[in-house]
């Protein structure tokens, strides 16, 4: 019999993990890693690994700190750096999020019109008051089910995409770098 109680547990430290995932499979991400590999083959899948490796540092960095002082990156970043070197670190910081956001509400735009022949505006409207409706609703258990289920929905995209495209895994030779003579 499977402990339930434990079970749950587990999945409330999971669900923020999962949100943090949804990051990795953006359409923005797909887009990019689909052309990169058409062009380049596997020659750069160690920029996707060392960034992948240098993503976890970071948030694991900043997790730890969030739990040993009670407040988030942005706060200590403010507390502890110059004006200056703080207002620069939030411009930029700013722009990352703008720029993320523009790309996911392409990408939800553009999903709404695959899936249901929606216009683009109307698709952009409509992710916009999604976004809206559930992070000013304050609910997040909700929101880590919805996502929790969408990545399942994309790891069987991803599993039958391998299988139709069959992919070449001998070719792959990961940490070798290829000079042409």
């Known amino acids: 019999m499977i402990n339930t109680k434990g079970f749950r547990k587990l999945l409330s430290f999971l669900g923020p993990g999962f949100l943090i995932t ?28 060392l960034s992948t490796v240098m993503l976890m540092v970071v948030q694991h960095m900043a997790a730890k700190l969030g739990i040993a002082t009670g407040k988030s990156l942005a706060v200590n970043i403010r507390e502890h750096f110059p004006k200056g070197i703080s207002a620069l670190i939030g411009v930029t910081v700013v722009l990352a999020c ?54 399942g929905i994309i790891t069987l995209c991803y599993v039958a995409e391998l ?4 992919p070449d895994w001998g070719g792959c030779h990961f940490f070798v770098l290829h000079s042409k003579a």
């Open 98 to 151: 703008v720029a993320t956001d523009v790309a996911e509400l392409l990408g939800g735009a553009i999903g709404f019109q695959l899936l249901l022949g929606f216009p683009l505006y109307l698709g952009a409207l409509l992710t916009v008051l999604l976004e809206v409706f559930l992070i000013v609703g304050q609910r997040y258990h909700k929101l880590e089910r919805i996502i929790i289920g969408f990545l």
């Open 22 to 49: 949804v990051g990795f499979v953006d359409p923005g991400n797909w887009a990019t890693n689909i052309e990169s590999g058409s062009r380049f083959g596997y020659s750069l899948l160690w920029v996707i690994t």
């Open 163 to 166: 299988v139709i495209v069959k």
